[in-house]
């Protein structure tokens, strides 16, 4: 990342967490805009080169701005939430967290998924088709059947939850290679060009990578007009 540009720097947790996909897919739309704007972007994720690829081909997230590492230290150093931390061990604690316990929001987020959100954007556009786990493919305009288009409708949401779930189990030891920070959270960094911080936001709970889950890349707004 050079010198002279502001830069947008995101510390995913696992790649294969909900968040670190839905933050990616988020942002793989914006990246012309970003560019526009002279805002270089950085992810930092904890896995390893494997499952960078796979994670970059799944989403379409650009591999050359994705970069990992197998010990949160980062992450550590950084102050980020390290999750629930009980006795029964990570497994016990994200089942936890997914549960809400030590994780605000999370079950507010995974029910906006099934009943939609006028304030947020369509997910799966009407021509597209989506392959989400068990489920037959369905195409956007499914959805549209519910209240319409243009904005997030009911299932739609959760449909891609779906989808990114079933790639991830699927791919599990390439996604996740070491279970001891199943419950690790992330960040997010804007930085000036001369590294002056313009914004941050450390996620406190899974299914919560940013202050707006409806627009998630809200924050940039000021600095992409």
Known sequence: MGRG?????LLLPQLGDFD??????????ALPQLETAGIAVLAIGIGQAAGADRFCEFTGFPRELLQVDADPQLHR???LYEGLQQIGGPWTNLLLMCAGIGSPGTLAEVLRGYTGDRAAPQRIADE???????LPPIKGSFFARA????????FELATVRLRNMGEVLGNWRTYVPCDDFLTQRGGTFLLEDDDTLLYSYKDRGILGFSASMARPLSFLDPYLA
């Open 5 to 9: 540009r502001r830069r947008l720097v």
């Open 20 to 29: 670190s996909l839905e933050y990616a897919q988020a942002l793989v739309a």
């Open 128 to 134: 597209e088709t989506i392959q989400a786990g068990p």
């Open 77 to 79: 150093a950084l102050g």
């Open 147 to 154: 209240g319409g288009t243009g904005f997030q409708r009911p």
